[in-house]
């Protein structure tokens, strides 16, 4: 080794020393200097996510959990004739949104899909205090083709 790769890897070991050390001081010395910050990489990772779920109040009372990628699938399949590569998840499903317009506007897609009855949505979204109610039982009302709040 000639003494440009011991000058590459002292720099690489004075940083490496540097990047360890820094969360180190900071999370096990309770140290609190701005040099040696924690790790704050994922800090903020996942916030604003929507958690949904749809359900099927049917207009003789009877409610049924609705597989929204399945119901889609269906009517996209309908009008389209080809099969989109999906994966269906039972019960529960994700939006990356801080808003809820697109959970109104995915229970509207499913009240064409359906199209009597109404949709409630029991929605969340992920917050730094942890998982808070968005839409609590909002109900979608479905009478053929309206589709009414």
């Given at each position: ?59 003789d009372g009877t409610e ?86």
């Open positions: 080794m000639n003494w440009r790769h011991w000058i590459r890897l002292t720099v690489f070991l004075i940083f490496a020393a540097f990047m360890t050390a820094g969360p180190l001081y900071s999370q096990l010395l309770g140290g609190n200097r701005v040099m040696f910050r924690s790790w704050t990489m994922f800090a903020g990772f996942g916030l604003g996510t929507i958690n949904a779920r749809f359900t099927h109040v049917r207009e049924v959990v609705l597989n929204r990628y399945e119901l889609l699938r269906k009517a996209y399949k309908r009008e389209h004739r080809r099969r989109p590569k999906w994966k269906s998840e039972p019960g529960a499903f994700w939006f990356m949104h801080a808003g809820t317009d697109r959970e109104v506007l995915q229970a509207r897609r499913l009240c064409e899909v359906v199209g009597s009855g109404s949709i409630r949505i029991d929605s969340r979204i992920a917050t730094r205090r942890g998982w808070v109610p968005a839409l609590k039982g909002k109900v979608i009302q479905c009478d053929g083709q309206s589709v009414t709040e």
